[in-house]
């Protein structure tokens, strides 16, 4: 008989609707339930697509004799971090406080006023390597809770003293100048990888927001260390394992230092984030890999993960059948010489395992190879290498595919309607930009309210119940400014706007100008969470400062721009500590330092062929943070449009910064200058 989670919207929480467990979702008639009866709340935290998540579901969550034990002892509650990032968010701190580390699944002990005492991340089935087993830690705490309550109290009062207190010493509000950004990029220097690209060791994650500050660095100040940094880590990772070598996009990360075997699982936030990336990069250098591999991570995310309401799913799992009814991780993905050899001949085998880096003994698991472009002396036959792709490709589509989580999150999608946008500007590709600007539809019909409110989730054409966070309005509203400046219509500027004001009205500490992740109406949670540090996907704080930043050179609105800047200045206490994890920030900083300019292209027409270059050029154009707003003159779509005539009855380009303007100019060559200096 299914549980309470039937009726949920999460795929996650639906994929434990059948357990045996009597599961809850996170409400208060749960914490209420745990009162009435006196007993502990298990919280287990977990998404769709985690690996070690199924691992204890199989083992745990689905066995009767658990399942017994828990029902008998503790309220059990399942909760979706990506549907609820700020429950994950508060007590991953309180277990990373604890234990030094985090990760899913993240098994917290909760009393009935949801105060934590006790925390894991995947519990065995049997003591394993000096980890107790499940049901030693079920045994353990429900004693500790009947036997030492007082003690159990004590613990639970002390770790929410500890979080109240770890409020984010947060500096002045200025934001970061030249010197800070220096020693950003030094400490970047430090810590990166000469040998492989990337930084630090293994696993190795993709670091997508340290990219962007580094192209920008570059373009701001011609720093050759930093191109070189972003251009070695993205010609690694693309020819490494963790990239899709033949149908696009990237996986999770890799778990060596050298990118050749990934955590399979396919994520919407980093094939967007890296989508962009490669573009960016592209832009600066003309490099044909960072061409190729912004178009071919484009496109997987509108083969595979656009649903038929035109948003985008959150991600594909990492495990899949292997062909005999067991999920195994990365089946779909590797192979074997035999493998090769069986589709495509012997001599289109040998090539193949030569160029795919496909060996006897394997690079994965039991013989089989994860498909990586190592760098091989001599050249390859481009048509035949394109061949083998294909037959590879159409075989591999025979495989059972992985799960995909259908759920659309507002936040991810505002990443990926950014990136496609620009990359169909950029690569002359109407069909991306098409792609973006149906997602951002499907945003504002489905996941905005008449207030501008937003929802963080939806499936399958419906809203879900949980209340937008901070990334969400700030990813979306950077969604809609790319969107804006790549078509030239003014109402998604508009609805920026408006996720903005919310940001600066419910999201913003008026004493201070920091950012909390939830709202000032949203539920009460033991600790209001507030984290300035990017992780997977840019921090909503530095996020919020970068889309507030592009929305004031777009109006020349004075207080979102002061709250950008007061929202940087953790930047300038962090950056130079921290590099890796507040790139987002570093980058924002850049676009600050950097003015950031503000370009009008006026012409008679969008298809205008004069207009439409002098708007290509505008957006090709390297200085960071750059806004771009096109339309014809006396056009009331942008605000950078008023008092802009055509020069001479041609279309032109007007470019300011920092209350300057710069002589308007019909000439592509000049306006290409002025916008890479």
Request: hydrophobic share 40%; proline share 6%.
């Amino acid at each position: 008989m299914p549980n309470r989670l039937a009726h949920e919207t999460s795929p996650y929480l639906l994929q434990h609707a059948d357990n045996p467990v009597d599961w809850w979702p996170w409400s208060s008639e749960a914490f209420e339930e745990a009162r009435k009866r006196n007993v502990p709340v298990l919280l287990s935290v977990g998404y769709s697509s985690c690996h070690w998540c199924h691992v204890m579901a199989h083992e745990s969550f689905e066995d009767q004799e658990t399942a017994e034990y828990l029902n008998a002892h503790y309220v059990s509650v399942k909760v979706d971090r990506e549907e609820r990032p700020d429950v994950d968010a508060v007590y991953m701190e309180a277990v990373q406080a604890a234990t030094g580390q985090g990760g899913w699944p993240m098994t917290v002990f909760l009393t009935p006023d949801a105060e934590p005492f006790y925390f894991g991340t995947y519990f065995p089935p049997a003591p394993r390597q000096g980890m107790p087993s499940f049901r030693q830690v079920l045994q353990g705490v429900h004693q500790a809770w009947d036997e030492r309550r007082d003690e159990v109290a004590e613990v639970a009062g002390k770790i929410v003293r500890d979080l109240a207190g770890r409020e984010i010493s947060y500096g002045d509000a200025q934001t970061p100048g030249e010197e800070e950004l220096a020693q950003a990029l030094l400490g970047l220097t430090r810590e990166y990888d000469p040998q492989r690209g990337g930084f630090g060791g293994a696993p190795k994650f993709p670091p997508s927001m340290a990219l962007e500050f580094l192209l920008r660095h570059h373009a701001r100040t011609g720093a050759e260390g930093a191109l070189q940094m972003a251009q070695d880590t993205c010609e690694r990772m693309a020819r490494g394992g963790m990239y899709d070598q033949l149908g696009g996009g990237f996986a999770r990360y890799s778990v060596d230092r050298d990118w050749i075997v990934p955590h399979f699982e396919k994520m919407l936030y980093d094939n967007a984030l890296l989508c962009r990336v490669y573009a960016h990069l592209w832009r600066s250098t003309g490099s044909e890999l960072a061409r190729r591999v912004a178009l071919e991570t484009a496109d997987f995310m509108v083969r595979e993960l656009r649903t038929n309401e035109g948003g985008f799913a959150s991600a594909l799992d990492a495990d899949s059948d292997d062909g005999t009814g067991k999920h195994v991780e990365g089946a779909y993905y590797v192979w074997t010489p035999e493998q090769l050899r069986e589709i495509l001949g012997d001599e289109d085998a040998e090539l193949a395992a030569q160029h795919f880096g496909v060996t006897e003994e394997g690079t994965f698991e039991e013989g089989a190879s994860v498909l990586q472009l190592p760098v091989r002396d001599g050249v390859f036959d481009a048509g035949r290498i394109a061949s083998i792709s294909e037959r590879l490709l159409a075989k591999r589509a025979e495989r059972p595919a992985p799960g995909r989580d259908d759920k659309v999150v507002a936040a991810w999608n505002g990443l990926a309607i950014a990136a496609l946008a620009e990359t169909g500007a950029y690569f002359d590709r109407p069909d991306l930009v098409e792609a973006a600007v149906a997602a951002a539809d499907l945003l504002v019909r489905l996941h905005l309210d008449e207030q501008a409110r937003l929802t963080r989730t939806s499936k399958d054409g419906h809203a879900g119940a949980n209340a937008g966070v901070l990334e969400d309005y700030a990813d979306v509203a950077e969604g809609f400014l790319a969107l804006a400046s790549v078509t030239g219509e003014g109402v998604w500027l508009e609805f920026a706007g408006f996720l903005l004001d919310h940001v600066l009205a419910r999201f913003t500490d008026p004493g201070s100008g920091s950012l909390y992740d939830t709202a000032a109406d949203a539920e009460r949670l033991i600790r209001r969470p507030q984290d300035p540090t990017d992780n997977a996907a840019p921090s909503g704080w530095t996020a919020a400062a970068n889309a507030l930043l592009s929305y004031a050179a777009h109006t020349g609105s004075g207080p979102h721009r002061t709250a950008a800047e007061r929202a940087l200045g953790v930047v300038k206490a962090l950056g130079p500590r921290v590099p890796r994890f507040i790139g987002w920030g570093l980058a924002a900083a850049e676009a600050v330092l950097d003015g950031p300019r503000e370009v009008a292209v006026v012409g008679p027409a969008l298809d205008d062929e004069n207009t439409r270059s002098l708007h290509r050029t505008a957006l090709l154009g390297t200085a960071p943070g750059a806004v771009v707003a096109v339309g014809a003159p006396g056009s009331d779509e942008f605000p950078l449009l008023a008092d802009r005539p055509l020069v001479d009855g041609e279309p032109a380009a007007y470019v300011c910064r920092n209350f300057t303007c710069d002589a308007p100019t019909t000439e592509l060559a000049r306006l290409r200058a002025v916008l890479s200096v």
